[in-house]
C-alpha cells in the first residue's frame, strides 16, 4: 500500500501543476475546477493509503523481492451470478437519459431501478442462494 500512497501523491502533485498551468493558459474555469477537484481527490486518495499503510503489515507489493505467488490465497467472497446489478444499471441509464429526452423516462426507470435494488439485496433469501 506503500507504493499506491506515493503513486497518489506523485500524480496529485502533476494535476496540481497541470491545474495551475491550464488555468493560467486557458482562463476557462469549468476546466480548471474539474483539474483542481481532481487533485484534491487524488490527495484524498493517497493520503489515505499512505495513512492506512502505517497501520498494516507489509504486503508482497511492498518488498521489491517478492513473487506473485506470495499474495496467493483466498481473496475475498464474491457473489455468485446475478441479474440484478444489469438492470439495476439499464435502470440508471434510463434515468439519465430521461434528464436528455424528458423527464416522462423516470416513469419507466424508477421502477426497474427500485426492483433491481430490492432483488440485490435480497438475493440471499431465496432460491439456491439462500442461507440455512
Known sequence: MKIQGRMF?????FILA????????SKE??????LFMAFGLS???GFYLA????????MAQDDKEADVAD??????FF?????????L???????????????WLMYFSAPIILVSIWAWVFEYYRGENQNQ
Do not use: N
Not at 501523491?9 to 502533485?13: A, F, M, P, Q, T
Open 51 to 58: 495513512f492506512t499503510a502505517r497501520r498494516v503489515d507489509a
Open 9 to 13: 501523491i506523485w500524480l496529485s502533485v
Open 79 to 87: 457473489s455468485p451470478h446475478s441479474w440484478a446489478p444489469l438492470f
Open 18 to 25: 497541470i491545474a495551475i498551468l491550464y488555468g493560467v493558459w
Open 29 to 34: 474555469p469549468a476546466g480548471t475546477t474539474a
Open 43 to 45: 490527495v484524498m486518495v
Open 89 to 103: 444499471a439499464a435502470g440508471g441509464a434510463l434515468a439519465f437519459l430521461s434528464v436528455a429526452i424528458g423527464w
Open 71 to 76: 499474495e496467493a490465497g483466498e481473496v475475498g
